[in-house]
């Protein structure tokens, strides 16, 4: 064969195509003919050596790393209606890829925590394509899977000026006609917390009133939110003291923080005696009292991860006594 075709390669350069033999069409006809099935295992094999490291090993890996690539930003995040071992989040995520690919990503288990500790809870993330921007909702009921640790993040939450939420589960990838891939979603979203309450503030505070829930003392508190979050805190009891010395509680009902600035009212039982008493000390008649979380109900249940929180909280707010008295 080899050496039948040689002459004609020969012949073709030297006098040109035009001048093959008028045979050739139907030599190379029969030639296929007779060995069609040696070319079509050759085609298959070929495709198989390119197709099957592509399939099984480039795009696997490139699938990680498109998901490894991508970003994620928390703009929302509600928690409400706590319960001892469940609470409602509601949560609005964006994914940020830079990819010109855009892969569907199925619904998930995702595992949410504070980086590097243990999962609190674990949310069904619902399908989505991964293109840069996609906001993805999760709005569900879910079941706290270690208290510890959501305790931990609760307090993260309230205290800090910034805490990371990690989200990690194993979605299934798929890019246009390629199959479906396992993939490991493991990101990070730095987030800003409540940051202690700082600029917490009591405005208009009343002594001497009598309020329907029996206490003496009413007025607003104040508190700044400069994170995303909003978190329900339910009926919430304050220990108030002077120096260390107790002057009273006070109480905030159906609490829910929400992002921004949070103006809400208080009431509070202040033993008038006990203040009067101290005042010798404060000249101008401007008290320091210090705030600290007593404890949180809702429905009837103490919730003890957000109680946990609270007791760690140490407010700061002056009181204008001779103003408080007037009126
Ligand atoms: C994805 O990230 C993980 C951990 O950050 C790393 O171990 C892995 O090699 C990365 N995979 C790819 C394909 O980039
Ligand atoms: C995408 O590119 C921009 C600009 O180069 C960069 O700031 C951003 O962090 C990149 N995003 C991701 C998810 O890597
Ligand atoms: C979830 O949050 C979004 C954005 O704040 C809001 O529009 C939506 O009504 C909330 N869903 C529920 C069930 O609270
Ligand atoms: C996330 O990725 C998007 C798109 O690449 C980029 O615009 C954005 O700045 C990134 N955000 C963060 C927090 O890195
Ligand atoms: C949460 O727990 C309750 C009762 O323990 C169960 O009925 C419910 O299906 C659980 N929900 C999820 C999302 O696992
Ligand atoms: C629960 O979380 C705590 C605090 O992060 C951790 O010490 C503990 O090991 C976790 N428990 C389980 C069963 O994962
Ligand atoms: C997620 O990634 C972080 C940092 O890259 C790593 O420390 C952590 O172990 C990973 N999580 C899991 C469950 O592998
Ligand atoms: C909150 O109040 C502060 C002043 O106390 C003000 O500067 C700020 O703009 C307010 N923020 C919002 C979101 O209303
Ligand atoms: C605070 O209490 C301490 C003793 O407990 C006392 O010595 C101090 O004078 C008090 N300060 C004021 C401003 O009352
Ligand atoms: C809460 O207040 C009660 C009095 O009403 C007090 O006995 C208790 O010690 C306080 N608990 C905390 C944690 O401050
Ligand atoms: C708070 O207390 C009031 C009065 O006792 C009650 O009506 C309300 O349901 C309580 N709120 C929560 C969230 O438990
Ligand atoms: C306290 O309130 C009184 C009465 O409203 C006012 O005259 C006084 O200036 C206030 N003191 C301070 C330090 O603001």
């Not at 490894?68 to 409602?88: I, Q, Y």
């Not at 504070?114 to 996609?134: C, E, S, T």
């Amino acid at each position: 064969m080899a050496g039948d075709s040689k002459p004609e390669v020969t012949e073709m350069a030297g006098v040109g195509a035009a001048a093959a033999r008028p045979g050739f069409g139907s030599r190379v006809g029969t030639h296929f003919k007779r060995w069609w099935w040696v070319y079509l295992i050759g085609l298959i094999v070929v495709v198989l050596v390119v197709v099957l490291p592509v399939v099984y090993v480039a795009y696997p890996k490139i699938a990680q790393h498109l998901v490894n690539e991508s970003n994620l930003t928390v703009s929302m995040m509600d928690l409400s209606d706590p319960s001892p071992t469940s609470f409602v989040l509601n949560q609005t995520n964006i994914i940020g890829t830079n990819s010109s690919f855009h892969p569907t990503i199925y619904s998930f288990s995702g595992g949410v925590s504070l980086a590097g500790l243990a999962a609190f809870a674990h949310v069904q993330i619902p399908k989505f394509n991964a293109h840069n921007g996609v906001v993805v909702e999760v709005n569900q009921r879910v079941n706290l899977t270690n208290e510890t640790a959501f305790a931990d993040f609760c307090r993260a939450a309230i205290m800090s000026e910034e805490f990371q939420l990690n989200v990690y589960g194993r979605p299934g990838l798929k890019q246009g006609g390629l199959p479906k891939k396992p993939v490991t979603y493991n990101h990070t979203a730095t987030m800003k917390g409540f940051n202690k309450l700082q600029g917490f503030e009591l405005l208009d505070m009343h002594i001497g009133t009598n309020n329907s829930d029996g206490t003496n003392a009413n007025g607003y508190v104040y508190i700044p939110n400069p994170s995303v979050i909003s978190i329900a805190l339910g009926n919430l009891t304050l220990n108030l003291a002077v120096n260390n010395t107790a002057i009273g509680q006070a109480y905030i009902y159906d609490l829910t923080l929400r992002p921004g600035n949070n103006t809400v009212p208080m009431t509070a039982n202040v033993s008038e005696l006990t203040v009067a008493g101290m005042l010798s000390n404060y000249p101008d008649y401007i008290l320091p009292i210090d705030i600290t979380g007593n404890s949180t109900v809702y429905n009837n249940q103490v919730i003890p991860y957000i109680a946990g929180a609270l007791a760690e909280l140490e407010l700061r707010a002056e009181l204008n006594v001779t103003q408080a008295l007037s009126g």
